[in-house]
């Protein structure tokens, strides 16, 4: 379970962000992604991500980095502001058809020149970004979620992990993530202390279809009352 085109943009710098080899070069093509995503569950994943961790409120206001077709906009709420960006003009234009003005979509990457005219958002959400973003990078992204969050909002990632107590098969599967960037959930936690103080990581499995664990992380300035923990 991954973003397959992440519209975070990396720096010039940086390696290739994610593996392009055999089955996965094949998984690469959006439509063949998407078939896969449903298959293993990802609807399932949206409803917990929603129902355990963004828990929204009225009038919500969400960033979506990498949305791909903004299938999460299926368990949110109608009210919800919803800002989707993703590099691939396929899942844009599939979410512009589906959604039509529940939300606005951009096929654009995340970066200082995009987010300096962005209206101020609730909810700054990023699934399956992290893991293809080296420290530096990843750092850069949660700056920028910080750069667009107000005083109260929170920052919402989910990433494959490596974990102690890991089953054989999951820790296989996550193995092989197109993601170069694969941490345990003290990694992912790390890095987002590095921008907000208040950082809680949760570790997921049983979400999916397959064995998979994976890391939810929920970042903000201001503490976070028991239930957004």
């Known amino acids: 379970m991954t973003s397959e085109n992440p519209a975070f943009e990396p720096s010039a710098t940086s390696p290739s962000p994610q593996d392009e080899s055999g089955l996965k070069r094949i998984l690469s093509a959006a439509p063949v992604y998407q078939a896969f995503q449903n298959l293993v569950g990802a ?42 960006f993703d590099l691939s003009e396929l899942y844009i234009g599939a979410a512009r058809k589906r959604w039509g003005t529940r939300g606005t979509f951009r096929c654009a990457p995340v970066n200082e020149v995009t987010v300096r005219d962005l209206p101020e958002v609730d909810v700054v959400l990023a699934v399956g970004v992290l893991h293809h973003l080296d420290d530096g990078d990843a750092e850069r992204l949660f700056a920028l979620a910080g750069s667009v969050l107000g005083a109260a909002g929170r920052v919402i990632t989910y990433d494959p992990c490596f974990a102690p107590d890991q089953g054989a098969l999951s820790r296989f599967l996550v193995s092989r993530d197109r993601g170069r960037h694969v941490r345990s959930p003290v990694g992912y936690e790390t890095l987002a202390r590095r921008t907000f103080p208040h950082v809680t990581a949760t570790v997921l499995e049983g979400h999916l279809r397959i064995p998979y664990t994976a890391t939810v992380l929920s970042a903000s300035r201001e503490p976070m009352s028991a239930a957004d923990q």
Do not use: K, M, N, S
Request: aromatic residues 4%; charged residues 25%.
């Open 43 to 84: 609807q399932r994943l949206y409803r917990r991500l929603v129902r355990e961790h963004i828990r929204p409120t009225p009038g919500l206001r969400v960033l979506d980095v990498g949305c791909g077709p903004a299938a999460i906009l299926g368990e949110l709420p109608d009210d919800v502001t919803y800002l989707g």
